[in-house]
């Protein structure tokens, strides 16, 4: 599902019927294990199992699947599909690869599986692969970062196919947690959009300005503050314009439009190290001559940047 407000990417592609009534239905889910039509993916800690040239997830049968923590994922034309997270990262790959299902966008068959985290795989994932790919991913980073009962500190157990965790030692159960954070172009009355330079990225890489939402705070407060914190730019409006999961590991972006009362900006230098207002020709002129670089479309940043542009956006050439 997409929104009209976003052009589209990668990471917002959700296909897949999650079939969250089913997860606590042990009846279903054992007929779904022993049906050859269910498909599995194998996960090797946060990495998935993909073809080689990262175009497509490889799924396998039930029983061609490796050991390891069984998870539901859902359903899609009628074949219920399920992630193995395997327990040891050297463990086996699926041992029967002629029954790999391969996406008919693949040209070649697979060659030995290779396990890929999703950044690398997301822009050229099939709709219904990457939908697949970002929930399980989402799952694996949870679980791994989360073994332990956060009120007591026992070993907790997935639970619900892998929905939640128990803890048998205090009786809690423990859900996936999801983080928000804001992200959004900012706009001023000319026109003009305010782009940053964030100091963990590579010399004149550009991007708009993100953060998370903190404790007691709506998404839009957290835009004002945010973008006085980074730049000292004041927000009158915000606009919501659509959300991206982003399961590196568990936040979930919002991404908004926010309309600036002022226009002079002071960097924080930590997090912010530059930022410039640009209008769209200058922008252009400023990626086409290798000044800055660009998010990639994968990504809600891309998203709204392109939104703003107005058109697909120049193509970098600041080396990476
Ligand atoms: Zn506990």
């Not at 073809?51 to 039930?62: E, F, K, N, Q």
């Not at 985290?117 to 989360?146: K, M, N």
């Not at 404790?215 to 606009?239: K, L, W």
Request: hydrophobic content about 40%; some cysteine.
């Amino acid at each position: 599902m997409t929104s009209d407000a976003l052009p589209d990417f990668p990471f917002r592609r959700s296909t897949h019927d999650r079939l969250g009534e089913r997860r606590t239905d042990e009846a279903f889910l054992a007929a779904a294990w022993s049906d050859p039509r269910t498909r599995v993916v194998a996960m090797r800690g946060v990495d998935l199992a993909a073809t080689d040239d990262g175009s497509a997830l490889i799924w396998s049968s039930p029983a061609a699947a490796p050991d390891g923590e069984r998870m539901l994922l859902g359903l899609t034309d009628g074949v219920t599909r399920f992630v193995v997270m395997t327990p040891d990262p050297g463990s086996d790959p699926p041992r029967e690869y002629d029954e790999i299902q391969v996406s008919p966008a693949v040209a070649q068959p697979p060659t030995p599986q290779y396990f890929s985290p999703l950044r690398r795989l997301a822009q050229r994932l099939t709709d219904d692969d990457a939908s697949y790919a970002v929930h399980a991913t989402a799952l694996a980073q949870w679980h791994l970062r989360h073994p332990r009962c956060a009120v007591c500190g026992a070993q907790t157990e997935v639970i619900r196919s892998g929905e939640a965790r128990h803890c048998p030692q205090c009786g809690s159960d423990h859900f996936p947690r999801t983080d928000p954070a804001v992200i959004m172009t900012v706009v001023d009355d000319e026109g003009r959009c305010l782009l940053g330079h964030n100091s963990a990225r590579a010399d004149g890489w550009y991007s708009t300005l993100a953060g998370f939402v903190e404790p007691g705070e709506s998404p839009e407060q957290a835009v004002v503050r945010e973008v006085r914190e980074e730049v000292g730019v004041e927000i009158d409006r915000v606009t919501y314009l659509g959300s991206q999961p982003w399961p590196f590991p568990s936040s979930l972006m919002l991404g908004f439009e926010a309309h600036a009362s002022s226009q002079h900006i002071v960097v924080d230098g930590k997090e912010i190290t530059e930022a410039r207002w640009f209008t769209s020709n200058e922008l252009r002129a400023a990626v086409e001559a290798g000044e800055i670089g660009l998010p990639t479309t994968i990504s809600i940043a891309g998203a709204l940047i392109t939104r703003w542009y107005g058109e697909e956006l120049p193509a970098n050439v600041l080396a990476m």
